[in-house]
């Protein structure tokens, strides 16, 4: 059974940081492509990044220069570093991992619960 754990979040002032961690157990697989996500009230969830098994990352526009997106492969734990955080970035931040590479990536196998990220003026 495949479960992934989000930790990490918090509230926090505008400019701050928060580094968000996902354990992912379970999922053996060699290739595959490992997403964070995130959820706010009124609004579509959106990807905010997503790295690959070769370790190829990709940042949705409004964080990039402010997210960091690795991956311990040897603890199997994902992790999202947000730095200068603002206001709009708060939401529930979810992980989720997908079989195979993210270029066939069609969709998401597992999800996480998620962790809230709140950010204060």
């Known amino acids: 059974q495949v479960q992934l754990v989000e930790s990490g979040g918090g509230s926090v002032q505008s400019g701050g940081s928060l580094r968000l961690s996902c354990a992912v157990v379970?999922?053996?697989?060699?290739?595959?492509?490992m997403f964070w996500f995130r959820e706010a009230p009124g609004k579509e969830r959106e990807g905010v990044a997503l790295i690959s098994s070769d370790g190829s990352t990709k940042y949705e526009d409004s964080v990039k220069g402010r997210a960091t997106v690795s991956l311990d492969n040897a603890k199997r734990t994902l992790y999202l570093q947000l730095t200068s955080l603002k206001s709009e970035d708060t939401a529930m931040y979810h992980c989720a991992v997908d079989h195979g590479p993210c270029s066939d990536s069609s969709g998401v196998s597992y999800w996480g619960q998620g962790t809230q990220v709140t950010v204060s003026s």
């Open positions: 379970g999922f053996t697989d060699n290739t595959f492509c």
